[in-house]
C-alpha cells in the first residue's frame, strides 16, 4: 500500500484547506470588528463615567457649602401632611 495520493485527491485536500482558511478569516475579521466595537463602547462609557464623577463631585461641594452657609436643603422640608 502506498501513501502517495493522486492529483485529485491532492486537490480536493489543498481545496478543503483553502476553505478552512477563508472560513477562519472571515471570523477574525468578524472578532476583530466586535473588540473594536466594544473598545468604542468602553472609551464612550469611561467617559461618561468620568463626567458622573465630576457632577456627583460638584454636587457634593455643593451640598458642603449650603450646609455651612445654613441654607434650606429638601430633606429638611416638611412634607403638606403633616
Do not use: C
Amino acid at each position: 500500500m502506498t501513501n502517495e495520493l493522486s492529483p485529485a485527491e491532492l486537490a480536493q485536500r489543498l481545496e478543503s484547506l483553502e476553505s478552512r482558511l477563508a472560513y477562519q478569516e472571515h471570523w477574525l475579521d468578524t472578532l476583530d470588528q466586535a473588540v473594536a466595537q466594544q473598545e468604542r463602547r468602553l472609551e464612550k462609557l469611561e467617559q461618561l463615567s468620568a463626567l458622573m464623577r465630576e457632577r456627583l463631585r460638584e454636587q457634593h461641594q455643593a451640598l458642603q457649602a449650603g450646609d455651612s452657609q445654613g441654607s434650606f436643603r429638601p430633606e429638611d422640608d416638611i412634607p403638606p401632611h403633616y
